[in-house]
């Protein structure tokens, strides 16, 4: 499949290493340049997530951490980590989760090759609109989506199927056999099976648009686990490719969903530049204690400007809930939504089951299949939460 393509812009000088090279005299001959190594930047950290580093160091993820080829970054349980990227793409890490990053460069001309491997778990990105020859590609360890300028979602369970949702933009999506990756063109091309294979695998790809979504079928996924190409019955594999097609359907976030990808962090390029040189200084064995202390706190200054910025549009979000509500048919489309519903037992015997929203100025706000609706605390007798966990829907 041919990797989807984004654009790197302004920041791409501030993660190439943040140094300036004289260009030679123009009579001395210029060897061709290696792709130039990039690097992200951590701009959010919540709960208990560590960087391991390709030289085998590891540090807890922080603010102004830098992230390079070979690193990767593990989430804990409440563990949340945002990432900004040369252009200002950003990925928020959820708790639970894995993920390596495969490949961060910068050629010659200027285009880039970002890959990320989701190991497990689940990432929410913000990717800005790509030239065409840049490359955006997120890994799974059962399919390879590629990002054509997006907002989406990529959850990679154990052992399970891979699942994608486009929030805005599009997603070329289809299923992987590592086993056949590790092989050369030459290799496949002078297999009839081997080719075979490459090609309906290439045909097996969909391109997904805002507002739709696609999960891997448990057999799709089987093929990635043979780890060696002489393991794998390439007539079965032909088969299952040809067979277990993937299937667009509309993409049914929950709300929380919804408000991860809607908070995720970026800042602008002045302060990642700062970000980057607090966290640079700060691992300068010969400053004092005093000078150690000024940078901490300048550090905890920008964390909290973040974090207030990150609670603001949470706010915000959830204000639109209720005031831009968004329309069930029933009380199934609540519990998909929200995850849960409540039922609400007033004083003179009626009920009202909904999703609370919010509790404000003595009212609960309540979104029912009928709207949203405010009820007073004093007419409350009884709240049973979960009723998800109670009652069919």
Not at 34 to 45: E, G, Q, T
Not at 46 to 57: L, Y
Not at 166 to 178: C, I, Q
Not at 381 to 391: A, G, N, P, R
């Amino acid at each position: 499949m041919k990797a989807s393509k984004l654009t790197i812009m302004g920041l791409a000088l501030l993660f190439t290493g943040l140094t300036v090279c004289k260009k030679p005299d123009a009579e001395v001959s210029e060897a061709p340049k290696k792709p130039a190594d990039l690097s992200a930047v951590v701009v959010f950290a919540v709960g208990d997530s560590k960087i391991q580093h390709a030289d085998q160091t590891e540090e807890k993820a922080h603010l102004g951490a830098l992230l390079k080829s070979g690193d990767n970054v593990v989430t804990g349980d409440n563990g949340k980590v945002d990432i900004q990227f040369a252009d200002g793409s950003s990925i928020r890490i959820s708790p639970k989760s894995a993920i390596d990053f495969a490949k961060l460069s910068q050629d010659n001309s200027g285009t880039t090759d970002t890959q990320i491997a989701l190991v497990s778990g689940k990432v929410f990105a913000k990717v800005n609109k790509a030239k065409k020859e840049d490359n955006f590609t997120v890994v799974t360890p059962t399919a390879i989506a590629g990002v054509r300028g997006t907002s989406f979602i990529v959850e990679a369970a154990d052992g399970k199927p891979a699942k994608v949702k486009v929030v805005d933009g599009a997603v070329a999506f289809a299923p992987r056999v590592p086993a056949l990756e590790k092989l050369s063109t030459e290799e496949i091309s002078g297999n009839a099976d081997l080719k075979k294979l490459q090609e309906s695998l290439a045909k097996a790809e969909v391109i997904l648009e805002k507002d739709q979504a696609s999960t891997q079928s448990a057999k799709s996924a089987d093929l990635a686990k043979s780890a060696d190409i002489k393991t794998l019955d390439l007539s079965k594999a032909f088969k299952t490719s040809e067979k277990e097609k993937l299937v667009v359907e509309n993409a049914k976030l929950t709300k929380n969903e919804e408000q991860e990808i809607k908070t995720i962090v970026t800042v602008d390029k002045k302060t990642a530049e700062e970000i980057v040189k607090l966290s640079e200084s700060a691992q300068t064995e010969k400053l004092d204690e005093l000078k150690k202390q000024e940078i901490d706190a300048k550090r905890q200054v920008i964390e909290q400007e973040v974090a207030k910025r990150q609670e603001e549009e949470k706010k915000k979000f959830e204000e639109s809930l209720a005031n831009q509500p968004k329309e069930f048919k029933s009380k199934k489309d609540i519990v998909n939504y929200y995850e849960r519903i409540e039922k609400i037992v007033l004083v003179d015997g009626k009920t009202v089951i909904g999703a609370i929203i919010n509790q404000e100025n003595g009212q609960l706000i309540v979104h029912t299949e009928n709207g949203v609706k405010k009820i007073d605390m004093d007419n409350v007798e009884e709240v049973i939460y979960d009723l998800q966990q109670k009652s069919k829907f």
